[in-house]
């Protein structure tokens, strides 16, 4: 190490070389790097989707769902299946266990899937396997009003302006919601069906095959290629009346004897609305890992350039992600950058010259712009987790340069020159330097290789921090020794500075006059001394108690979401009706007019649900540090919900960042539906009048009501028909068959046919359907019965088990609290034989993620030691050291509950950084007591009272700038700042705590191990 430092100091020119090298190629890395607010998660979740057209869900959970669980049911690392039965269609949840490859799970289902093909009826659409993506959810939403015709509108947005929005570089899927979509129906006469003799079959096959444009082959001449091409194709809608169609009396009628066709649009099943307006609205879900602030960028620049050309078309961002990520993102750099001026000015303080403070401060830069080189190598993107470990890698650097340089300076002022300052200074504090940087990477290296979905969020933080520290290393062992040794400015502090820092040397002085009388106090007394930092480390602990947890730290990003559920009955239009009716309440607001900046709804079908009877508003606040939280916004408006009658809800009032799980999450397991909603229902309503529980929903529907008809199959054969044709007839009346497409202008729509609704407008009449016979019109109750029938609407089933679950959100209290209160009251509950509940949601995400990073902790604190004993050679040396870590705790907890910080995933990880940060502290110590001890043959007792004050110095140097540092992370108010403040408030509690432990405990501890090795030698 010495010829190493000897080297650097010697040659400036190399060592600004490689400075300079890494500072180009740090700047070139960070113009290349995305931004996003999370890294890039792959969950280990495959969704088996097979359709079976016309099934109800009791079918499809039988003949669909059951065979492929069974056939899955073996699958290695298998940790939860979950399939939920509607009508047409089976969804099949796999989840697979922590440290499955998401790539090979897709394929070992797919295999499995297939081979259980032949367990499935045969008219079954083939499954589809596909893995679960946590980047489907919208960055940005586009609302868009026009002074075109409603149907027009929408068809040029779907085929013009989407693809734009399609191409930018990193947006994944775009969805349009809202507005009415062009057809082209042909509404047929059944009493002339039948005067012709006409099936309404034989109709939908004509029209489609007369209107079509298909290649004809092509002529060859002697130099040329002819091309050519029937066009069939009508331009005019109302052509489409000109169509002949065969009778079965041999003479062929035009289409317009049997009916008209009509330029209308599609049944609406999804309602767009923005502040009671209504809109077509296009949402904007990014790629897995893209730059969704470059894409969010683009895309509206692309809008902005076609809309230049369509004055017709107005459109405005009433979701836009981008700046809250952008916001998140940036001020972490900008926190850090205030840690850093904040950091020099503590340094100058205590050194007292401006040139030893341009050391550190050159220092920590060029570590900073070396670590983009790695992170842009990896593929990371600038994101919450990469920026934080950035951020809090300054407080290694700082630590190791305040270190080197203060030891530096010492040597200064005891006379010697210069460059053997710089030399001697950092070679004798090298060991401590390397201990310190080693402990870190034994720390985050297993952080780094977690497994699963934490592993996955936390690995750009560890991996971060592992190469800044080593940076932070080769930085402080060649460029601050180079730099201190060429400043050659006395020993005498100048006037200025004696003027500026006079009152902090008072402080300082006054404060280590305070702090070696209890020193001397507590190495003459080391039993007391311990006895008295367990008994805190223990008080600490009971304290810790009083925190909640939750998974990931909830932030107020200024949205609301309000999830509305109707009777399952309930019309598209009912559904409007109430959501009117909220959006009337929230326009009579105080903080309307103020603070609320859209309010945008979404009623009906998505892309997610067919669902009419289901809606989802949400309110937006302004970006304002004086507007009222979003808690208190959604407080109001929960008071209006519980009068709307007819209506479930949910009220999301802040942005967790959690990947799936609900706060409150309840499975009630068995197998009569009846019997586990009726739990449900008792768990809703008792679990609602406990204080903190809100917005208990069942999210199982029971039933709909439904119109079944069942056919008299002995009857359809005489008639003509079979149930095929009842079931298109049938289908004709209400919705229509499709029957080809027509084009026009480059745009494409739907032909259907379809019997006049008039004919089906009452349920009650249904049985009188006229359907076309060998015997003309005949009506629907000759041949079928018609029969109401309570049918549910999704059957859940969790690991082969039917499922009714129960969900709710928390106020005031932690998640961790709302689960333990739901815990306490299920603990009351007797149960039917055969009927289980547990706890599923955060509660299940944070037992999973918790105990990864606490396997994490635990096998950090193993390295630790490991590394302590072999760099101090003593086993009991790195024992001592280690009494750092649980006694940190003192200062943590009070922290923690001062703050009102709870323990999640951002806390545990303050821990995990804390662990190397207070090891450093008492290896400084500890290392030189042992330098004093064998070098100079110095009294164990005298060599540690002497290694603390010699060393007090630079260790409130280090503590003092760490904490500052952290400062701004622990103080920041926008963004995420939520996620981000726990890791700085648990670091600078410990690093607190730390500091008096190392310079009080550790030497009452190295005191009690020498005096009993003293003993035992006599």
Known sequence: MGGFIRFCIHRP??????????????????????????????????????????????????????????ALADLENLKNLTSYSQDGVSIVAVEMRTGSDPDIALVNINNKVKAARQALPDDVEEPVCTKVDINAESFLTVSFTSTLPEKDAKQYIEDRIKPIVARVEGVGQVQVLGGMTREIQIILDPVALSDYNVTYQRICAVVAANNITNPSGYITQKRDEISLRLVGEFNEV?????????????????????????????????????????????????????????????????????????????????????????????????????????????????????????????????????????????????NLMSTLGLALSMGTLVMNAILIIQNIYRYRDLGYEPFEAAEKGTEEISVSVLAGVLTNLGVFLPVALIHGVAGQFLAPYAVTILYATLLSLWVTMSVTPCMAARITSGSEISLVSRVLTGWWNWLYESFKDLFMFFLRRSTRHPVITMLIFVGLTYGALTLGGLIGAQSIPVVDDGKIRIKLTLGNSSSIEETEKKVQMLEAFIDTLPERREYIRDVVSTVG???????????????????????????????????????????????????????????????????????????????????????????????????????????????????????????????????????????RDGFEYDIKARIDRKKASDIYTVAELPIMTNYGLVPLEEMADVVWWDAPTEIRRVDRERAVVVTGNVRYITAGEGNEKMRQLLSTFTLPDGYSV????????????????????????????????????????????LLTVPMALIGVVPAMLVTGTSISIFALIGVIMLIGMVVNNAIVVVDYAETLRRDENVHPYQAIEQASEVRFKALVMAIATSVVSMLPLAMSTGGASAMRSPIAVVAIGGLCAGGFLALLAIPAAYKIYWSIRLRLSH
């Open 605 to 743: 079908a998505n892309a997610r649900s067919s669902s009419v009877n289901r809606a989802s508003v949400r309110v937006y606040l302004v970006d304002s540090p004086s507007r009222p939280s979003t808690q208190d916004v959604a407080d109001k408006i929960r008071s209006f919900l519980a009068t709307l009658e007819g209506a479930e809800y949910v009220v999301n009032d802040t942005r967790s960042g959690g990947f799936g799980g609900d706060p409150i999450e309840i499975r009630i397991k068995g197998e009569n539906m009846d019997v586990l909603y009726s739990i449900a229902e008792e768990i809703r309503a008792k679990g609602s009048a406990i204080p903190g529980v809100r917005d208990l929903t069942i999210e199982t529907e029971m039933g709909k009501p439904e119109l079944q008809i069942v056919p008299i199959r002995w009857r359809l054969a005489p008639l003509g028909l079979n149930l095929s044709d009842l079931a298109s007839i049938v289908r004709g009346y209400l919705i229509g068959n499709e029957s080809g497409k027509f084009r």
């Open 13 to 70: 020119v190399f060592t600004w070389c490689g400075v300079v090298i890494f500072v180009i190629l740090g700047l070139f890395s960070y113009t290349t790097l995305g931004v996003t607010l999370f890294p890039e998660v792959e969950l280990p979740v495959v969704l088996v989707q097979t359709k079976y057209a016309g099934a109800s869900p009791n079918e499809i959970e039988q003949l669909v769902s059951k065979p492929i669980e069974d």
């Open 838 to 881: 547990s706890l599923g949601g955060e509660e299940e995400d944070m037992a999973e993620e918790f105990a990864e990073l606490f396997r994490a902790i635990g096998i950090a604190i193993l390295i630790t030691y490991i590394v302590v004993a072999a760099i101090m050679e003593s086993w009991a040396y790195a024992f001592i050291i």
């Open 238 to 382: 109302e052509q489409l009346e000109n169509i002949i169609i065969p009778t079965a009396s041999g003479q062929p009628i035009p289409l317009s004897l049997l009916g008209r066709v009509v330029d209308g649009s599609e049944p609406v099943r999804a309602i767009a609305r923005v502040n009671g307006e209504p809109v077509i609205q296009m949402q904007i879900s990014p790629r897995a890992n893209a730059d969704v602030v470059a894409a969010g960028r683009e895309v509206k620049k692309g809008l902005e350039a076609a809309l230049k050309n369509l004055p017709e078309f107005k459109a405005t961002y009433t979701d836009d992600d981008t700046p809250f990520i952008e916001v998140s993102v940036k001020n972490v750099i900008r926190d850090t950058a205030i840690g850093v001026i904040l950091t020099c000015l503590v340094i100058y303080l205590f050194l007292r010259r401006i040139s030893a403070t341009l050391v550190v401060a050159v220092s920590m830069p060029v570590a900073f712009m070396g670590t983009f080189v790695p992170m842009q190598a990896l593929g990371y993107t600038l």
